[in-house]
């Protein structure tokens, strides 16, 4: 189970951290990752930690204003989103896959590839 908090509606120029607390999976060990969707559109990768932060990896939209991290004590996954603008209003998912199914750079940005998934924060920028 993965549960998403954190949301909120903010300035442009305002940062959020959103969180998710994994139950099920092993922040340290297995694969990590956040998406995006807007109604109508399809769901956008955002940012991936690979097996507890052996790789990083971010779509070229947020690179430079968000940071993925996880906290191992809490069993914990977070985005800080710096520098928000309104284009990234959307609700933001948390995805899990084992490490054995943990895909790689080339495609983790595509929903398919993630096991499960959380319900999901909104955030909105205006």
Same mark, same amino acid.
């Given at each position: 189970?993965? +549960?998403?908090?954190?949301?909120?509606?903010?300035?442009?120029?305002?940062?959020?951290?959103?969180?998710?607390?994994?139950?099920?999976? /092993?922040?340290? *060990?297995?694969?990590?990752?956040?998406?995006?969707?807007?109604?109508?559109?399809? $769901?956008?990768?955002? *940012?991936?930690?690979?097996?507890?932060?052996?790789?990083? &990896?971010?779509? %070229?939209?947020?690179?430079?204003?968000?940071?993925?991290?996880? %906290?191992? /004590?809490?069993?914990?996954?977070?985005?800080?989103?710096?520098?928000?603008?309104?284009?990234?209003?959307?609700?933001?998912?948390?995805?899990?896959?084992?490490?054995?199914?943990?895909?790689?750079?080339?495609?983790?940005?595509?929903?398919? +590839?993630? $096991? %499960? &998934?959380?319900?999901?924060?909104?955030?909105?920028?205006?």
């Amino acid at each position: 189970q993965l +549960v998403e908090s954190g949301g909120g509606s903010v300035e442009t120029g305002g940062s959020l951290t959103l969180s998710c607390v994994a139950s099920g999976y /092993d922040v340290s *060990a297995d694969c990590m990752s956040w998406f995006r969707q807007i109604p109508g559109k399809e $769901r956008e990768g955002v *940012a991936m930690s690979k097996t507890g932060g052996e790789h990083f &990896w971010y779509a %070229d939209s947020v690179k430079g204003r968000v940071t993925i991290s996880q %906290d191992t /004590d809490k069993n914990a996954l977070y985005l800080e989103m710096n520098s928000l603008k309104p284009e990234d209003t959307a609700m933001y998912y948390c995805a899990a896959a084992p490490f054995t199914l943990c895909p790689g750079q080339r495609t983790w940005w595509r929903p398919g +590839v993630w $096991r %499960d &998934w959380g319900q999901g924060t909104q955030v909105t920028v205006s």
